[in-house]
């Protein structure tokens, strides 16, 4: 069970569980805020995958020695902890994927085509992963649908009302993000999907940005598909999940071919396999995926409710520090958000801030973050972006503006 939010947290003591937070940047100490791009990866994970390879190092599922029988049930046992973190109904409902990216195109390329025809429409948001837009296109392009997309207001929220304006009978499925990864939007899932669901159309929600921050439940959602990357929750990369409701992924057809996801084969005709193990063709990243369970009971161990608080309470402290610098542009402003801040100056260029701020040691994101749409709507050609993890610190937040100022000083 998760430990209550008014835990004390002992930072110190967390920023030593990531041994990378002690290296050193062109001799400045390491101030990484780029975690809306990945996290970094505590020891008992680093540790997991090490010890998976020194000690079971086997394939899954179709051996009966000891390895082989060990590696699967570490294996099993992560789709037992990814059920219970999101709150899943069963185990089977869980299937391993490379990352959010392939578990959209998984679903594009399955229920997808099995499902959306010529007249039919998708709908997506304008502040949307290039992950969560390109399949649908590609989908939409070979099937002769229509792809529709939900306007934002310029504070970065979308226009609800646009939205239910864009639902009709011919909606087959609504796909959106949970958390923006450009601006750290918190979008109203629950009522994007019962509004969703009373046309008939299915959902599925990016969960990319929103996993590591938010206590998400699945059953209470109601949604149709989930997506999440182990890479942005302290995992390993190339290892991810594709949440979907059982009957759902059992008639969706195979995406790809190989072993595991058959039942029988012939050269006149092969039968597939049950969901999960249907979507899982060849050999996995098995060390990942176990890797991946220390990350979740990592997440676990200091509780949800917790770690977003504490993440809240840096944004809180960053976003005035920040908008106090001149010239400073906050891109994005909702209401609701995860710990993400988008800024821009008009007369320094991002990358060239970017740069700057690596030679003191300073890791943020610059650029359009895979959201160009957005960046076309908000008519700029991309932002500098600080995201913000339980390691981060108020003293790093500080370091960070300080040398946003001196770096300011020399462009101006």
Known sequence: MEQAVNKT?????????????????????????????????????????NEYYSATNANIHRGIHYLAEKATAQYEETRKAVQSFLNAERPEEIIFTRGTTEAINLVANTFGRQNVGAGDEVIISTMEHHSNIVPWQMLCEEKGATLKVIPI?????????????????????????????????????KQIIEKAHAVGAKVLIDGAQATSHLTVDVQALDCDFYTLSAHKMYGPTGVGALYGKYELLDSMPPYQGGGEMIAEVSFEKTTYNVPPFKFEAGTPNIGGVVAFKAAIDYIQAIGRPTIAAYEQQLLDYAT????????????????????????VFDDVHHQDLGIMLDTRGIAIRTGHHCTQPLMDRLDIPGTNRASFAIYNTEEEIDKTVEAIKGTLKMFR
């Open 320 to 343: 005035p520090k920040f908008a106090e610098l001149e010239g400073l542009r906050l891109i994005g402003q909702a209401e609701n958000k995860v710990s993400v801040l988008s800024f």
């Open 153 to 189: 207001t310029d504070k970065g929220e979308i226009i609800f009302e646009e939205y239910e304006a864009l639902l009709s009978e011919k909606t087959k499925l609504v796909a959106v993000n949970y958390a923006s990864n450009t601006l750290g939007t918190i979008n109203p899932v």
């Open 9 to 49: 947290l002992d930072i110190e003591k967390i920023r030593k569980d990531f041994p990378i937070l002690q290296t050193e940047v062109h001799g400045n100490p390491l101030v990484y805020l780029d975690n809306a791009a990945t996290t970094q990866k505590p020891q008992v994970v680093l540790d997991a995958l």
